[in-house]
Nanobody, 116 residues
Framework: QVQLVESGGGLVQPGGSLRLSCAASGFTFRNYAMSWFRQALGKERDLVAVIPAVGNSPNYADSVKGRFTISRDNAKNTAYLQMNSLKPEDTAVYYC?????????WGQGTQVTVSS
């Protein structure tokens, strides 16, 4: 049974930090590129960051460059998103995504709210 389970979301003040985790099971994690997407209320789901299966050359949306860091631990079958200097416009549901060739898996999402 394929599962992606996000955790680490919550309420944080502007300028604060959060670390999201995505625990994977039921598939060969190391083969998959891992991504984080986010969807704000009433808006489309957008790509935030992606890290490939091989190598360490992540890519980021311009809106989060220099503030967010994506990483993965293949030994733990887990991907992470470290989010620093959070802004109110970062408020969204954050989704974990795993992709390899034609196979795509999604998590259920975790809410991140940035507000004072």
């Amino acid at each position: 049974q394929v599962q992606l389970v996000e955790s680490g979301g919550g309420l944080v003040q502007p300028g604060g930090s959060l670390r999201l985790s995505c625990a994977a099971s039921g598939f060969t994690f190391r083969n998959y590129a891992m991504s984080w997407f986010r969807q704000a209320l009433g808006k489309e789901r957008d790509l935030v960051a992606v890290i490939p299966a091989v190598g360490n050359s992540p890519n980021y949306a311009d809106s989060v460059k220099g503030r967010f860091t994506i990483s993965r631990d293949n030994a733990k079958n887990t991907a992470y998103l470290q989010m620093n200097s959070l802004k109110p416009e970062d408020t969204a549901v954050y989704y974990c995504n795993a992709k390899w060739r034609g196979s795509v898996h999604w998590g259920q999402g975790t809410q991140v709210t940035v507000s004072s």
